[in-house]
């Protein structure tokens, strides 16, 4: 039985957090001065060049998930690697569109089934970076992935957000701490549910020195 306690998950996620911390700042600091200029050029092309910044934002999204799967999977996470997402990208960004329309069709239909929908699925992002999984197969592990963890799920979420909500309010310079944080929380209650599923011992997994 794993333990997906929002205090234990937290708590090991401010343990990755804290061991590479400038790393992790750095990281973010990259992150939104990349996409500010990416977005200042779109927005000077008009709408395709806002089109052009939304994919770009997409691959450098998968970029940090990738150095975030390297840092639990063992491997000495790199600046360099938020644009290193080229093997998987094609699969994150139809994965992210089908997502999206996944989960708006459902919030359209009633909020709830969007909300449920969101859940079962958010871990395809993660499946694709890690496993290197196709479109419907990171979607379909996903579903399976979080079978009987939906409620834990969603109640994790819900304190993660707030957190973020929170590091906000800290005059935005919070985010700085609280995106990362947040983000290997979540990475960690992945690569745990993951370590059921397959049957691999958890800790054998994590590779925290």
Known sequence: MIDLSIGTLISEAYAYFKRRMVFYISMILVYVLVMVAVYLIGEKLGRLGNILARLVEIYINAGVLKIIINDLNGKEPELFDLFTAGDVYLNFLIASILYGLIVGIGTIL????????????????????????????????????????????????????????????????????????????????????????????????????
């Open 110 to 209: 009633l909020i709830i089934p969007g909300i449920i929908l969101g859940i079962m699925f958010q871990f395809y992002k993660y499946a694709i970076v890690d496993k290197k999984l196709g479109i419907i197969e990171s979607l379909n592990y996903s579903k399976d992935l979080t079978s009987g963890y939906r409620w834990t799920i969603f109640g994790i979420d819900i304190v993660l957000i707030l957190i973020n909500v929170a590091g906000a309010l800290l005059l935005v310079v919070g985010l700085l701490f609280t995106i990362p944080l947040t983000l290997i929380t979540e990475a960690l209650m992945y690569k745990k549910l993951s370590s059921v599923m397959e049957g691999i011992e958890t800790d054998d997994n994590m590779h925290l020195a």
